[in-house]
Nanobody
Framework: VQLQASGGGLVQAGGSLRLSCAASGSFATINVMGWYRQGPGKERELVATVTSDDSTTYADSVKGRFTISRDYAKNTVYLQMNSLKPEDTAVYYC???????????????WGQGTLVTVSS
């Protein structure tokens, strides 16, 4: 399974960016798709996740500003980021939990990361 993330870049505070992450490979079901981030000198943290029944979770720090969505046909997850703040600066990683067949264990996979820099 491979994850290809894109959409990072440099943006001014208050601006917007949209991240995309497409999953490819051999899997029967993608149970959870999500985004994590790691800022300078910080540990990796959860940003948002979306499950196969479209249930979403968000970190408190991004609620009301970020929106996660997925395209089932394209096996792609998106993160729309609005009202960006300098503290949102980080490498953003996509992550999925998937199964290769029914009744098999869930397996996790990480994307390569995309850098988001928010200038003040």
């Amino acid at each position: 399974v491979q994850l290809q993330a894109s959409g990072g870049g440099l943006v001014q505070a208050g601006g917007s960016l949209r991240l995309s992450c497409a999953a490819s490979g051999s899997f029967a079901t993608i149970n959870v798709m999500g985004w994590y981030r790691q800022g300078p000198g910080k540990e990796r943290e959860l940003v948002a996740t979306v499950t196969s029944d479209d249930s979403t979770t968000y970190a408190d720090s991004v609620k009301g500003r970020f929106t996660i969505s997925r395209d089932y046909a394209k096996n792609t997850v998106y993160l729309q980021m609005n009202s960006l703040k300098p503290e949102d600066t980080a490498v953003y990683y996509c992550h999925i939990e998937y199964q290769t067949a029914s009744y098999t264990p869930h397996t996790g996979s990480w994307g390569q990361g995309t850098l988001v820099t928010v200038s003040s």
